[in-house]
């Protein structure tokens, strides 16, 4: 096939394929970036090293991470691995009690506000205990935002 595609469209094509795969990649979000992000949206100053520490260890602060094997059948999104059994609802149309009342789809979007927000909601509801890895990484030393 390619040998029958005009000599530009083969030189071009290649980077148009990767130019394309990028803007559907992962997103990482700095840990500064989050924590003034954070702050604007109303998290005090005195939990963002929380909300990092949390961040971090459920998504690695990936905006597109999924958690697809949750034994339950239900799926954890975004950067704070949000549940949709309980705050989102899913697209595939799965039970959910979508308290957050939105699209779990919208915890995966670039523009964090969604996901503070819930996020934000899960906390007044449930403490930093409803997620697992504050539980297990965040009893102890958490990031500095001094520097932020």
């Not at 469209?9 to 394309?20: A, G, T, Y």
């Not at 929380?50 to 975004?78: H, M, R, Y």
Request: proline share 5%.
């Amino acid at each position: 096939i390619l040998e029958k595609m005009p000599t530009a469209l083969r030189i071009w094509l290649p980077l148009l394929i990767v130019l394309s795969l990028r803007m559907f990649s992962c997103r990482q979000v700095g840990k500064c970036s989050l924590a003034r992000k954070l702050y604007r949206y109303g998290v005090p100053y005195s939990e963002l090293s929380d909300w990092l520490c949390l961040v971090e260890g459920e998504s690695s602060f990936n905006t597109k991470a999924i958690n697809p094997s949750n034994v339950d059948g239900s799926v954890d999104w975004g950067l704070f691995q949000i549940n949709d059994r309980y705050w989102c609802k899913p697209a595939d149309g799965r039970p959910s009690t979508d308290l957050c009342r939105l699209p779990c789809r919208l915890l995966l979007s670039d523009d964090i506000r969604y996901s503070i927000a819930c996020a934000k909601y899960i906390r007044r509801q449930q403490g930093f205990s409803a997620w697992v890895a504050w539980n297990n990484r965040c009893q102890g030393v958490k990031p500095n935002v001094k520097h932020c």
